[in-house]
Nanobody, 121 residues
Framework: QVQLVESGGGLVQAGGSLRLSCAAS????MGWFRQATGKEREFVAA????????YYADSVKGRFTISRDNDKGTVHLQMNSVKPEDTAVYYC??????????????????WGQGTQVTVSS
């Protein structure tokens, strides 16, 4: 199994940057999802087990970057040029037995508790 713990959330001004981190106990394909108040959890970015393949939601392309360091057991989401609509609870997810990044949240087996990101205008 995989145990996930997110960190790095907080308040940031529009146009600013924030870096989220996820501590993972296993090396699997992983992703970042977010859930705004009153909305469903949506895909943000995903990365393969090796870290060589990445996939992004259209809404964050060119602004967010997902990366991982398997030696340290961490996955990161660098958020640049943030917008108020990026405000949400961000979750780190892991696929058990799968190694290809995907936007389908149904394929993720483990989730962290989430970290709040609030972007002020």
């Amino acid at each position: 199994q995989v145990q996930l713990v997110e960190s790095g959330g907080g308040l940031v001004q529009a146009g600013g940057s924030l870096r989220l981190s996820c501590a993972a106990s296993g090396q699997y394909a992983m992703g970042w999802f977010r859930q705004a108040t009153g909305k469903e959890r949506e895909f943000v970015a995903a990365i393969s087990w090796s870290g060589r393949s990445t996939y992004y939601a259209d809404s964050v392309k060119g602004r967010f970057t997902i990366s991982r360091d398997n030696d340290k057991g961490t996955v990161h989401l660098q958020m640049n040029s943030v917008k108020p609509e990026d405000t949400a609870v961000y979750y780190c997810g892991a696929q058990n037995g799968r190694y290809t990044p995907t936007s389908n949240k149904g394929l993720y087996d483990y989730w962290g508790q989430g970290t709040q990101v609030t972007v002020s205008s």
